[in-house]
């Protein structure tokens, strides 16, 4: 009996923690290319990301916003990746119920090639196990969103949301003259609070 009211306490703890945030999904559009009009028309490589947001300061014209993400993207010419985002937003409510943000990322990446790694041995090209290549992201993120669902209720309220972020990635091959490489992520989802107070 004892063990099942401490199950329930630390589950409503939990809950309540998580009550601030908000979590999200959205879908990727990856360009290995320094920003401009390519990174919306080029070719698409696919990825998603998961996110998750709390407000950390209210501020007299905008809030201060924690931003956390997941997620991965294929580029079937230059690399696969799996990173790691974090991020500070500065969140401004524009006339109606839009927000436009911006903000720096700084992260993690791990980088894999699309068509895997090869070693010359006894003069041939034979296929290696590829265990990825670790790196650093840095840049800055701009964005919007405008509710789309339960629009009076901001506790329930489900977002959608649009990012483009510009990101470096480093150290990306020093030796070869190329120290680091652009990255653009074009990202479009939804997102709300899963938890209640």
């Known amino acids: 009996m004892y063990a099942f009211g401490l199950t329930i ?13 908000q979590f ?18 080029g ?3 696919p990825g998603f990301s998961l996110i998750a947001e709390k407000q950390i300061k209210e501020l007299k ?25 974090s991020g500070l937003n500065y969140e401004f ?28 041995k006894d003069g041939e090209f034979k296929q290696i196990k590829d265990w990825g ?28 949301f649009f990012n483009y972020q510009v990101l470096v990635e480093g150290p990306f091959a020093p030796g070869a003259g190329v120290p680091v490489v652009p990255h653009t992520f074009l990202a479009l989802g939804i997102k709300t609070k899963l938890f209640s107070k």
């Not at 999200?24 to 028309?41: A, L």
């Not at 014209?61 to 790691?84: A, W």
């Not at 409510?93 to 010359?120: D, M, V």
């Open 9 to 21: 306490f630390i589950s409503k703890a939990n809950a309540q923690g998580l009550s601030d945030w």
């Open 24 to 41: 999200g999904i959205s879908t990727i559009k990856e360009s290995f290319f320094y920003p401009s009009k390519h990174n919306f028309i």
């Open 43 to 45: 070719p698409y490589h």
């Open 61 to 85: 014209k905008s809030n201060k916003i924690l931003s956390l993400e997941t997620g991965f993207y294929h580029h079937k010419y230059f690399q696969n990746g799996v990173f790691l985002l």
């Open 93 to 120: 409510r524009l006339k109606g119920r839009l927000k436009l943000r911006w903000g720096p990322r700084l992260g993690y990446l791990h980088a894999f090639s699309p068509t895997g790694r090869y070693k010359l």
């Open 133 to 160: 290549r670790p790196t650093a992201l840095a840049g800055l993120a701009i964005g919007a969103s405008y509710p789309i669902l339960n629009k009076d209720e901001p506790d329930k309220a489900v977002d959608l």
